[in-house]
């Protein structure tokens, strides 16, 4: 089974300029990627910049080339999976330490902003009837039970530092390559629904997720820090980022909690089914991020 998501368009069909007018906010594949995505336009183009969207670019090995080309100006990222992706041998796990790891990591054409107090970590996640069958607490609890495992999770999981690499080192849990699924929606619906309808043993899903509530889903502790902290942060082409654009998205990471993640990803993935635009914008003008900054 391989499920996929598409875009609504592709950011590499053409190179940005770095200097034109206008800045271009991007997103990966995911409703909370899009929704704050969403949301930083809403920011930028209240304090006066032109501002377009390309949404649902797909995985970070897709956006990061696109940033480092101008043709994404701003897109929202996680620290710890940034870090990774840049320094495959980092081994920094603290939000502060990842923070700082970054400074050295990130080069000279990539800027970030201050990364919000909110968090979205990778988790592995599993069904509370697989939990309670074989008395799973931890990641670890799992490994026994590897033959029996079929992990749902996007492709690159299977090569990233701190997916399926990060597993087996860490807890000794050996997915062979007949039992990955892989899914490109980041840990949403389609993974969800193919882990509650038993598809999946266990999912790489995000601990912001509000599936996690609604299903009764079980969160496997990771006490050897296999995920690093996941602070969002906007991450800037460093010709296209300036004091201007950084103050406008800085004040919105400055109130982006995990609380209100979580509360945004209710409005957009939850009953309701909030377009994430009409949320972004709902959630800015209720932040006060409506008037421009002084």
């Not at 949404?55 to 990061?64: C, D, F, H, N």
């Not at 004040?251 to 409005?267: K, M």
Request: charged share 20%.
């Amino acid at each position: 089974m391989i499920l996929s998501a598409c875009g609504d368009s592709d950011p590499l069909a053409a190179d940005g300029t770095c200097s034109g007018p206008g800045l271009v906010v991007g997103s990966a594949n995911f409703p909370e990627s899009e929704t704050v995505a969403l949301a930083y336009a809403e920011a930028l183009r209240v304090n006066g910049f032109d501002v377009e969207t390309k949404l649902g670019i797909g995985s970070r090995e897709a956006y990061i080339p696109a940033v480092r080309q101008c043709a994404i100006s701003v897109i929202p990222e996680y620290t710890g999976n940034l870090l990774q992706y840049l320094d495959q041998n980092a081994t920094a796990t603290t939000a502060d330490e990842v923070e700082k790891a970054l400074g050295a990591a990130l080069g000279s054409d990539l800027t970030i902003g201050t990364p919000a107090p909110g968090q979205d970590s990778d988790a592995v996640v599993v069904t509370r009837a697989t939990a309670e069958r074989w008395n799973l607490r931890t990641i670890g609890d799992l490994a026994e039970h590897s033959a029996g495992v079929t992990f749902g999770a996007p492709a690159e999981f299977q090569e990233r530092a701190g997916g399926l690499p990060g597993l087996r080192k860490n807890y000794g849990l050996e997915i062979s390559v007949e039992n990955f699924v892989p899914i490109a929606d980041g840990g949403g619906p389609a993974t969800v629904r193919a882990l509650v309808e038993g598809q999946l043993t266990a999912a790489n899903i995000f601990t912001t997720s509000p599936a996690i509530a609604q299903y009764d889903l079980v969160v496997l502790e990771d006490p050897k820090h296999n995920f690093p902290a996941q602070n969002i942060v906007p991450l800037f082409n460093t010709a296209e980022h300036s004091d201007r654009a950084r103050a406008a998205l800085d004040a919105v990471s400055a109130v982006l909690t995990t609380d209100e993640l979580i509360e945004l990803n209710e409005a957009v993935s939850g009953p309701s089914k909030t377009e994430p635009e009409v949320a972004a914008k709902a959630w800015i003008a209720a932040q006060g991020l409506n008037t421009p900054i002084d």
